[in-house]
């Protein structure tokens, strides 16, 4: 039976209220996003939730370690068990107590880029796409940047602290997540003069990100900052040691002001560009462990492992109070391509680790410190669809922050490993448990009868390897087994592409130490600064950390009060 015509018209009003409603629900959250002061009070309303999910004393965390390691997704650490150790294998930072998922999604993106996903992580506010520490309000290429609208990162929360600050990075060291630590631009591939300029915007307004480094409030205070990326703080002018001239049009060297100004109070300054060594940690137990108790074979194969005399290994950093080292002209190469090879001007990950611990953990720091540590070298052989040398990378990866651990203690330091963006690799198919995850077939199609293989990729430059227009898909086994070198193998990708595009998926988040159970469940990505502020007491943070002591004795004499009060 219809209803009476009254209520129907009485329906379609509420009806039509609600959606609008919904409309302008939508259109105030929109507007919301824009309000940097939004995704702080987001925050802090899940800091004052989570902080009552436990009854213990907690520590301060006097010192803070931040491990990115930049497109590695959850198939990429499924996958890089597999082919590094076993299904049912470990990696290091796995063994971290408490894990959770963060959203990575920027206010104007549904799938982030490293810029507006290290804005969100070390400022505590997201931003939109390509920007690098700046207001969400801020659209990527403005040519103006209003001071008020430049975020502060937890590098400048640390050092109002009285901590030491460093960081280091297979990518160039103006680019990626690290740029937001000390930087404020409204576009990340500003990253010289030149850049600036050929977007018609005034350096005035608008720094390029290697001049901050060297000269800005933040970065002049680094204690340790090493990476690649010679060619930003060159001028056109000079060439450097591989050959390869400078980008900066504004006839500044970069390097040499960054010693000249650290050394001009009588501080020892010191810019190194090569480091060889004579052998890597091994890449085995160390971080694929399953026995109970692995720290004692751990020290041994990792603490102890040989790195002969150079630029870098021969090092007294006891006597150096400022530390920068550009070892590439470009990235860092990948960590398979100088696998096996002796006498390596570039030095790995685990080495910047240590000698950045070194730099970091010295007496006379007394209030701590902050490490920020990335790879990008995972995101990028993703980009070029070649899984087996990601995997490497994340092998490569998982040492340096197992060398990190050792040298730290969970009693004082929150630990904390992460991707900052997603990876478009996926793991289809039915493979047996010991075959080679890489390149041996997971199954048979259905439609062609032909093997299809363990990984691929959603997009990338690897499409036409593995289709034809005229024959349509390959054999996948035959095209793999077609390129000689390994490493330089690649997996089949559905759109074509000159760069495969990075993934949305949440990010996996890994932490322990001081506070670290605050890193559990699922947040937002900006909510890894506060926590980290919270934990360590920066930015104004003590009213939160530094006053709970929620022992049952405390919470008792609370029940108590109110009880009888």
């Known amino acids: 039976m219809s209803l009476p015509l009254t209520n129907r018209i009485g329906l379609a009003t509420a009806g039509l209220v609600l959606l609008l409603g919904c409309l302008s629900l939508a259109t105030i959250n929109a507007h919301e996003e824009h309000d940097a002061h939004y995704w702080k009070h987001m925050a802090h309303e899940l800091l004052f939730e989570k902080k009552d999910y436990t009854m213990q004393k907690i520590n301060i965390a006097k010192n803070i370690m931040v491990f990115v390691g930049a497109g590695m997704s959850q198939a990429t650490v499924t996958a890089a ?275 950045s611990l070194e730099m970091l953990q010295k007496p006379e720091h007394k209030e701590g410190f902050l490490l920020f540590v990335e790879d990008g070298n995972i995101r990028r052989a993703h980009q070029h669809n070649k899984a087996r040398k990601a995997l490497e990378q994340v092998r490569h990866y998982a040492t340096a922050f197992n060398m990190a651990k050792m040298m730290g203690s969970e009693q004082n330091t929150l630990f904390i490993s992460m991707n900052d963006i997603g990876s478009t690799l996926s793991l289809p198919g039915f493979p047996a448990r010991n075959s080679d995850i890489v390149s041996a077939p997971a199954g048979t199609s259905d439609a062609d009868t032909l093997p299809y293989l363990g990984l691929s990729y959603a997009t990338g430059p690897s499409y036409s390897s593995f289709y034809r227009t005229e024959q349509g898909r390959l054999d996948p086994v035959s095209v793999v087994e077609g390129t000689a070198n390994a490493h330089e193998r690649t997996c089949p990708a559905s759109v074509p592409m000159a760069e495969g595009v990075d993934g949305g998926e949440d990010a996996s988040v890994y932490a322990a130490g001081p506070w670290a159970f605050m890193l559990s469940g699922g947040y937002e990505q900006h909510f890894i600064a506060h926590t980290i502020a919270f934990a360590s007491c920066m930015d104004g943070a003590c009213d939160g950390a530094a006053s709970i002591t929620l022992s049952m004795a405390a919470l008792t004499a609370v029940f108590l009060t109110k009880l009888f009060a």
């Open 81 to 355: 068990r597999s082919y590094n150790g076993g299904d049912n294998a470990t990696l290091a930072f796995e063994n971290l107590k408490w894990s959770g998922n963060a959203r990575t999604y920027c206010v104007d993106s549904r799938v982030p880029d490293s810029a507006c996903a290290g804005t969100a992580i070390l400022t505590g506010v997201k931003s939109n796409f390509g920007t690098v520490a700046t207001d969400p309000t801020v659209n990527r290429g403005d040519c103006t940047l209003d001071p008020a609208k430049k975020l502060a990162s937890i590098a400048k929360w640390a050092l109002e602290a009285g901590k030491a600050v460093g960081f280091a990075t297979t990518s160039r060291v103006t680019s990626g997540s690290s740029a937001a630590l000390y930087a404020n631009s409204p576009d990340s591939r500003w990253e010289n003069d030149a850049d600036v300029t050929a977007a018609g915007c005034n350096v005035a307004n608008v720094p390029d990100i290697a001049h901050q480094l060297i000269h800005g409030d933040i970065g002049k205070h680094f204690k340790v900052i090493l990476g690649g990326g010679r060619k930003q703080f060159l001028p056109t002018t000079e060439t450097d040691s591989s050959g390869g001239r400078g980008l900066r049009t504004d006839g500044k060297n970069l390097a040499r002001e960054w010693q000249q100004s650290r050394g001009a109070d009588g501080a020892n300054a010191t810019y190194i560009t090569i480091a060889s060594d004579d052998r890597a940690p091994g890449p085995g137990a160390e971080l694929l462990r399953n026995e109970p108790h692995p720290r004692v074979r751990l020290v041994s194969q990792t603490a102890e492992a040989k790195v002969q005399k150079s630029e870098l290994g021969s090092l007294d950093t006891s006597k150096i109070d400022y530390l920068l080292g550009l070892f590439d002209y470009d990235h860092l190469p990948f960590s398979a391509d100088f696998e096996g090879q002796q006498n390596v001007p570039t030095p790995r990950l685990v080495q910047m680790v240590h000698y």
